[in-house]
């Protein structure tokens, strides 16, 4: 008898979590909602079946809800807005979690244990989100890489715990697209309930958790959508 891979599809085109054996599911009511539940789940391999890992934990989305955005589910022609810079909303979609940043060092024992790259704030780090700049959506270390093009920037360093850990999200990335959004994490929220200007946020110990379980050999994602279009990939993206 041929094996069968949950996720791959009765036409043999492969689902975006083809490749995956980890992931982070974020669901949430509606487009508008600024609030949404995470659900971590594994497999053993890539026909196994998707188990859910540890509980289900709330996040804060972005002020505006959620809108597409640009990852490995492709072009998609379905109801909803689409993630541009500055609308405050967290991307939709399914998007690889590329790299872990936060406060420890580089050389910390958190630093040397975790298992994706893993990059430590400075006061010279900065996320680029200037649609103008050739930075744009990218880090740049003021230090090694001081001519700057932008005019604005997200400071890796902050004053406040909500980069004292977190993961990128690559939306938008490798090869951006001016004004289609950036600088898009899983970081630390301010409270709960508060929502983000376009990042998934939750409480300091569950992600910390989240980012120590993150194994880049197991090419971890995100995928993050309301309810209906949830319901409607599915099946036809092999979802949990």
């Known amino acids: ?109 958190f630093a040397n244990a975790a298992r994706l790259p893993y990059r430590a704030a400075s006061a010279d780090l900065k996320c680029v989100d200037d649609p103008a700049s050739a930075h744009y959506n990218r880090f740049v270390d003021l230090a090694t890489a001081p001519q700057r093009d932008w005019h604005s920037h997200e400071d890796m360093l902050r004053t406040d715990a909500r980069y004292t850990i977190g993961a990128v999200i690559a939306h938008n990335s490798p090869a951006p697209l001016a004004g289609a959004g950036s600088c898009i994490f899983l970081h630390v929220w301010q409270a709960p309930g508060v929502p983000t200007a376009g990042c998934t946020a939750g409480a300091l110990a569950e992600i910390t958790e989240i980012c120590t379980w993150l194994d880049g050999a197991a090419m971890p994602l995100l995928v993050q959508l309301p309810e209906a279009e949830y319901a409607h990939f599915r099946a036809v993206w092999a979802l949990p």
């Open 1 to 109: 008898m041929t094996n069968h891979c949950p996720d791959k599809l009765p036409q043999h085109k492969a689902s975006p979590l083809a490749n995956s054996n980890q992931l982070l599911v974020v669901v949430a009511q509606d487009w508008t909602c600024t609030t949404g539940k995470l659900q971590r789940f594994a497999r053993q391999s890539l026909c196994s079946d998707w188990q859910a890992i540890g509980a289900c934990i709330p996040v804060s989305l972005g002020r505006s809800g959620l809108a597409w955005g640009i990852g490995l589910h492709g072009a998609v022609d379905r109801p909803g807005p689409r993630k541009r810079e500055g609308d405050g909303c967290a991307p939709a979609g399914i998007f690889a979690i590329s790299e872990l940043f936060g406060a420890a060092s580089a050389d910390s024992a």
